[in-house]
């Protein structure tokens, strides 16, 4: 298995652009995490999926974050207009269902840079 | 909410020396513990992990992390450091009963002099 796949790796924009992220998780995995990851405030889940229904949004940092899942291999994070705080290492994880926790698998992440 | 505190944000460390990294978390009740590691350039690996039974939990590459319940910590112990730990390591918590989802610290940054 390919593993959690990204993409992009790298993104540069100007702020008030568009950007859209691209996650495919494992196969047969149900669970899909985004988390956000930046010097300051370290890793935070933005929302999490379980089987393609956004379960918790809650740490979606405000209306310009939005996420989707349209099927079960694959999954957009879009920040509509992105301005420079929102500079950081997005990643995509993804888990199996199951009793108790499940291992969550990460992705490369994309580097984003908002100028 | 929980909370995971990592109180060193950057250590640097000469090779063949001990290593520990404090890792505590704020919830009363049934948590399993986890250390990841982030090589650089690389995605967050899975180092160990607690769910229950021994406190003391053996990972790979040499690491361990012992449990205090009583202290509501999880510290990362590593007796003899080797240039390639040089990463970042991140605790985190999740709690059964809820959902599946993970509550990071902010990492520390182990750098190893050769």
């Known amino acids: 298995d390919a593993g959690v796949i990204q993409s992009p790796r790298h993104e540069v924009t100007e702020m008030g652009q568009e950007v859209t992220l691209r996650c495919k998780p494992i196969?047969?995995?149900?669970?899909l995490f985004w988390y956000r990851q930046t010097m300051m405030r370290g890793l935070e889940l933005l929302i999490y999926f379980n089987n393609n229904v956004p379960i918790d949004d809650s740490g979606m940092p405000e209306d310009r974050f939005s996420a989707k899942m349209p099927n079960a291999s694959f999954s957009t994070l879009k920040i509509q207009p992105s301005e420079p705080r929102d500079s950081a290492v997005y990643f995509c994880?993804?888990?199996?269902?199951?009793?108790?926790?499940?291992?969550?698998?990460f992705g490369p992440g994309t580097r984003l840079t908002v100028l | 909410a929980q909370s995971v505190s990592q109180h060193n944000h950057h250590v640097i460390l000469s090779e063949a020396a001990s290593l520990e990294l404090g890792c505590n978390y704020s919830?009363?009740?049934?948590?399993?513990l986890f250390w990841y590691v982030q090589y650089p350039g690389q995605h967050l690996q899975l180092l160990l992990k607690?769910?229950?039974?021994?406190?003391l939990v053996k990972g790979i590459k040499g690491f361990e992390a012992e449990f205090i319940k009583s202290k509501f910590s999880f510290n990362l112990r590593k007796p003899s450091v080797q240039w390639s730990d040089t990463a970042e390591y991140f605790c985190?918590?999740?709690?059964?009963?809820?959902?599946?989802?993970?509550?990071f610290g902010t990492g520390t940054r182990l750098t190893v002099i050769p």
């Open positions: 994880a993804s888990s199996a269902a199951g009793t108790g926790y499940n291992e969550q698998f």
């Open positions: 607690y769910f229950s039974g021994d406190p």
């Open positions: 919830y009363g009740g049934t948590v399993n």
């Open positions: 985190a918590v999740n709690v059964p009963t809820g959902a599946n989802n993970l509550f």
């Open positions: 196969s047969g995995h149900d669970y």
